[in-house]
């Protein structure tokens, strides 16, 4: 049997040729991939048929924030290319929520699909958040956000790994696709980061894991070091 795999890589790469290629060389070694917005913009949705063809979920990072039509728009969009999640800024509020959640179900025409929530992001800290008037503790809003996904109907919320027992608290039962992944202490642009087995002991469901794979010398080997990290037969 093969054990289930929750690493989701982030294909965040210049061309989708780029993606493609790197998505071969990491498919017997991950159970998912991402896009984010730079292919979504530049090569476009037909990225994701691509990558689907290659027989893992895709998840679409698209970070969805709109008036809830354009983003039921959207959603449903996304998921007529495959998409399998897409994610949608839960500052968006509970309307624009539910209109995503429900243009991805009408694109995708099965249940198998599921918008997760961006709470914070995780390159942002304390004082990044007061420096835009908000005079909370990132753990703070994401106790709020999670709380806000988990009652309009998100199947999951993207949060920092140092904010997921703040999720399980006040969402106990909500997928956490978790970014700001390090296998070991590197300084860029993350700022709330763990490792890949902190991470999965502190419960989250899946990881999200883009330049320690992308960018080694060899990603299927950077990505089979990083499973075989997490202890999981
Ligand atoms: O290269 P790295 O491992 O930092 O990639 C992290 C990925 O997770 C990026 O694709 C980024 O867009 C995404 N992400 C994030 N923080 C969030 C949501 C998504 O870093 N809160």
């Not at 949705?45 to 290659?54: F, K, S």
């Not at 179900?105 to 800290?125: F, P, R």
Request: net charge negative.
């Amino acid at each position: 049997m093969v054990a289930h795999n929750p690493i989701i890589v982030a294909l965040d790469m210049p061309t989708a040729q780029d993606a493609v290629r790197v998505a071969k060389e990491v498919a017997p070694h991950v159970g998912a991939f991402k896009i984010g917005v730079g292919l979504l913009y530049g090569p476009g949705p037909g990225t994701i048929d691509a990558l689907v063809r290659l027989g893992l979920p895709v998840f679409a990072d698209a970070k969805l924030h709109d008036i809830p039509s354009q983003v039921e728009m959207a959603a449903r969009n996304l998921a007529l290319h495959g998409a399998r999640w897409v994610t949608a800024h839960i500052g968006g509020g509970q309307a624009m929520l539910e209109a995503a959640a429900s243009g991805l179900a009408d694109g995708a025409g099965h249940a198998e699909a599921g918008i997760l929530g961006v709470s914070v992001l995780t390159s942002l800290d304390n004082a990044d958040l007061q420096r835009i008037g908000i005079d909370r503790t990132p753990g703070q809003l994401v106790s709020k956000m999670a709380s806000v996904a988990a009652s309009s109907g998100c199947e999951g919320v993207v949060c920092s790994p140092l904010e997921l027992h703040v999720v399980h608290q006040s969402a106990p039962n909500i997928t956490t696709v978790v970014p700001g992944i390090r296998p070991t202490t590197v300084d860029d642009d993350q700022a709330r980061t763990a490792t890949p087995s902190d991470a999965i002991e502190k419960g989250a469901s899946y990881l999200v894991i883009g330049r320690p794979i992308t960018a080694a010398d060899d990603p299927g080997g950077a990505a089979a070091a990083i499973f075989e990290s997490l202890g999981i037969i």
